[in-house]
């Protein structure tokens, strides 16, 4: 936890001594804590008084931002998985126990509902981005194979509303790419694929069309 707090307090002036004087002003300290696999961990960071495009006042935290802590909250990003994993097999109730005793970080079921719904915001978020990159053909990243493998299967998992009730099973597409086999991976019983790329997806009735 002590080693935690001296990374994040290193950080917090890094991105003092980075940032824009003209654009942020410091106002000193704001306490906080994130929630991790180890426990709850307190911590400082200075907050800034900054105008948006308007013109209007604003206080930001740029450790936060630095660490995309707005994105799920104030927990990091292995408990956020951890709790994400659960939740594909348990209700958000036993989630938040099971994280809760194992972590020794209190998680409420609601808090567990709200991390899923931050995750798939956030995921939603960059598929629109990534959509709107390809049709302007701006899309990042060019590879050429000669052959190009496909193996796609379909996964069963549990689903459950915001009042933790259970809802029907609904099946995840499963895709995996690969350009070939390692020989030299083989023989080391190791895993061999290369060039390997999994996505999944569930169809969005709402919007009419596949999320990966």
């Not at 935690?4 to 106002?27: C, G, P, V």
């Not at 696999?37 to 907050?47: H, K, L, M």
């Not at 956020?80 to 939740?87: H, N, T």
């Not at 549990?158 to 390692?182: F, I, L, N, S």
């Amino acid at each position: 936890m002590e080693l935690t707090q001296e990374i994040l307090k290193k950080k917090d002036q890094e991105i003092f001594e980075k940032a824009d004087k003209t654009k942020y002003r410091s106002e000193g300290f704001r306490d906080a804590s994130i929630k991790t696999q180890y426990g709850s961990v307190p911590y400082s960071r200075r907050v800034y008084l900054t105008r948006m495009e308007d013109g209007r006042k604003a206080y930001v935290h740029l450790l936060d931002e630095e660490l995309s802590m707005g994105k799920i909250g104030l927990v990091s990003e292995n408990l956020a998985e951890k709790i994400a994993d659960l939740a594909t097999e348990a209700t958000y109730r036993e989630t938040a126990a099971s994280v809760s005793s194992a972590t020794g970080t209190s998680v409420s079921a609601q808090g567990a509902w709200n991390i899923m719904q931050r995750i798939g915001e956030r995921i939603s978020r960059e598929e629109e981005q990534d959509v709107t990159l390809m049709k302007a053909g701006k899309e990042k990243g060019v590879k050429a194979v000669p052959v190009l493998f496909e193996e796609m299967d379909g996964v069963w998992i549990r689903q459950q509303d915001q009042h933790h009730e259970k809802k029907p099973m609904q099946e995840v597409k499963v895709a995996t790419t690969y350009d070939g086999w390692d020989s030299e991976g083989e023989k080391l019983k190791r895993s061999t694929l290369v060039g390997k790329h999994v996505v999944a997806g569930i169809e969005d009735s709402r919007q009419g069309r596949t999320k990966c």
